[in-house]
């Protein structure tokens, strides 16, 4: 079993500071005025949705480039659909790959995304069950 460990401190109210010991980078966060914050930075459940897209980017860009895509711009858009009651978890994730390239086959990407689903990205594979997912592609043919 592997473990991925991460400090976490205050910097001012609600304004937060975590820390990746495997990265060893600093990601900030905070919250709303209203709830007690400054909006100095991302909300946690914005990170949350973050790592899963980036997860799940980063399985589909390997794959297709393994496959010889000729991929000059990737995107993904994201929306996340949370609960209206506490503890306002996810419910719903849409999750839009765009892919720009040349001669891309979209049974490629398909695939690539299928894959991230059911088998690479450990973030989905969290979720999985617990939160209804949804996906579609774009493919944007750069002459």
């Known amino acids: 079993m592997s473990e991925i460990k991460i400090q976490l401190k205050q910097l001012d109210g609600l304004a937060l500071a975590a820390y990746g010991e495997e990265s060893k980078h600093w990601v900030t966060m905070d919250s709303t005025p209203i709830l ?25 860009i390997s794959i297709l480039k393994k496959k010889r ?34 001669e891309i086959k979209p049974e490629d990407v398909q695939r690539a995304i299928e894959l991230t689903e ?24 750069q002459e």
């Open 36 to 60: 007690g914050g400054k909006d100095s930075a991302s909300r946690p459940m914005e990170l949350m949705l973050m790592g899963i897209a980036g997860c799940s980017a980063m399985d589909v």
């Open 69 to 102: 895509a000729n991929i000059s711009e990737f995107r993904m858009e994201i929306v996340g659909e949370r609960a209206e009651e506490h503890p306002k978890r996810f419910i719903r994730i849409d999750f839009h790959y765009i892919v720009t390239g040349k």
């Open 118 to 141: 059911e088998k690479y990205c450990g973030a989905m594979a969290t979720i999985r069950g617990n939160v209804e997912l949804s996906y579609r592609f774009t493919i944007n043919e």
